[in-house]
């Protein structure tokens, strides 16, 4: 979901749940292994990183998709981007600044031709690029001292990521099981020596949000990868496992555009295509396979599942959560489109359809809202407090007919909305939080992910 920059193609802002920088197309922090950072002796430098927050933030608000900041050390760094096959052209920005000597960055394609290559104290460049689809690598080395750095993208990519190849398998699709598409699975954290044997008893979901448009399943599984690996240490500390199903978004003529099952969208929920079909149910048939295959005579897992998810990742949690409330024992929801699914089938006296509110939920899926079921899900719903990133407007999204209902009833933005989606979650009874986060855009603020993890840690230690 997002929208891009007037006369540029929209790339929606897929984003992970922590704030530090941007990795696999995600305002989020540096997955692990992805650079190699010596620890210099001195402090960091508080002007620099001053510096660096104030050009990072401006990027977001121009409505970067990638800005992956970074603090190094002697040792040379290496990252590596995916741009899918857009032809479009990409936005570029490089920021580096060494406290001593100076810092050399070069941009190669996949052919290993230079796209751009820079040497200095500082470093800054703003470029607009045709960028050849396949792997970019970004490197970064500086001469003995502290360098602070961004990487900034704006336009369809992926950033690899690392997760632990020990706890990480990938299981196949199995159709005859009810799933067209693989998963991730990453197990517990392993017990410390001479501790007792642990092993999950609860899932935590992780949805994909590649933010663009694609079917590839190498781009699927790295941006997947960097979802993870942005949940792994909160799964780590509430001893959970995570499942990650790899589904796609395909393309479709424009309008709309694409099939938004990420968000599931009131298309995914119509499309009759067996493989994209029902991705809800194809997630519920992947978590009882996850399930069988963690489970232990004396530990079974617990069908509830925790499910955080930001941006479209957040719609597609709000929304498997209503649809599947015996399923989810708890969901973290951040910046959902600029809406999230209503649980009330009206509002002053006018039907809310699906994706908007449940009143054609039953025609849609069959079976009408479990409210009973619903009451006993813990929600937190998170938005930044100048997030501006509404996908109301969006024809992938939202249909005109329920922009307009949206705009009329609740509100021209996602802040004005914010306080008329709390009120619906308290006339249904359920137990949902609703915070801004003020100074946050659409991204993620380290108070708005320990705010997801205690909601966590509270919801299993009630179950």
Request: net charge neutral; aromatic share 6%; with cysteine.
């Amino acid at each position: 979901m997002g929208r891009g920059r007037p006369g540029r193609k929209r790339v929606d802002l897929a984003m992970s749940a922590l704030a530090v920088l941007v990795v696999g197309g995600v305002h989020g922090a540096m997955c692990p292994g992805s650079a190699a950072a010596g620890p210099p002796a001195a402090a960091p430098s508080p002007d620099l990183e001053r510096e660096l927050g104030r050009y990072q933030a401006g990027l977001i608000r121009d409505e970067f998709n990638l800005t992956q900041t970074m603090t190094l050390g002697a040792k040379p760094a290496r990252f590596e981007l995916l741009i899918p096959p857009d032809g479009d052209e990409h936005g570029i920005a490089l920021w580096f600044a060494a406290e001593q000597g100076d810092v050399s960055v070069r941009w190669l394609d996949p052919a290993g031709e230079v796209v751009t290559a820079s040497r200095g104290r500082r470093i800054e460049q703003r470029l607009i690029r045709a960028l050849a689809p396949g792997k970019h690598v970004v490197e970064v080395q500086g001469s003995g001292g502290r360098v602070h750095g961004l990487i900034a993208v704006h336009g369809p990519l992926v950033k690899r990521c690392e997760v632990d190849a020990a706890r990480m398998t990938e299981h196949p699709a199995d159709p005859a099981h009810g799933f067209a598409w693989p998963y991730l699975l990453v197990a517990p954290k392993p017990a410390a020596p001479g501790a007792a044997p642990t092993g999950a008893t609860t899932l935590l979901v992780v949805p994909p949000n590649t933010g663009f448009a694609t079917e590839d399943l190498e781009l699927l599984r790295a941006s997947t990868m960097c979802h993870v690996a942005d949940q792994l240490a909160t799964a780590d500390r509430l001893g959970t496992a995570i499942v990650a199903p790899l589904f796609p978004r395909p393309a479709l003529p424009s309008p709309p555009g694409n099939l938004y099952l990420h968000a599931l969208s009131r298309a995914s929920l119509e499309v009759r295509d067996a493989r994209l079909a029902r991705v809800d149910l194809q997630l519920i048939a992947i978590l009882d396979d996850a399930r069988q295959r963690l489970a232990t005579p004396d530990r079974p897992v617990q069908p509830r599942v925790l499910i955080v998810g930001h941006s479209a990742a957040g719609m597609f949690a709000s929304r498997f959560t209503v649809l599947h409330p015996d399923r989810v024992l708890a969901a973290a929801v951040t910046a959902p489109g600029g809406w999230p699914l209503a649980p009330v089938a009206s509002a002053q006296g006018e039907a809310l359809p699906y994706p908007v509110g449940v009143a054609d939920l039953a025609t849609l899926t069959g079976a009408p809202v479990d409210l009973t079921a619903l009451r006993r899900v813990r929600f937190l719903f998170l938005l930044g407090g100048t997030d501006t990133n509404d996908s109301v407007t969006d024809r992938d999204s939202y249909s005109a007919a329920d922009e307009a209902l949206v705009m009329r009833r609740f509100g021209k933005t996602p802040v004005a909305r914010w306080d008329a989606a709390r009120r619906l979650y308290e006339s249904a009874g359920l137990a949902a939080q609703f915070r801004l986060y003020r100074g946050v855009g659409h991204a993620m603020s380290a108070a708005m992910t320990a705010d997801i993890e205690a909601m966590f840690r509270a919801a299993l230690a009630a179950h």
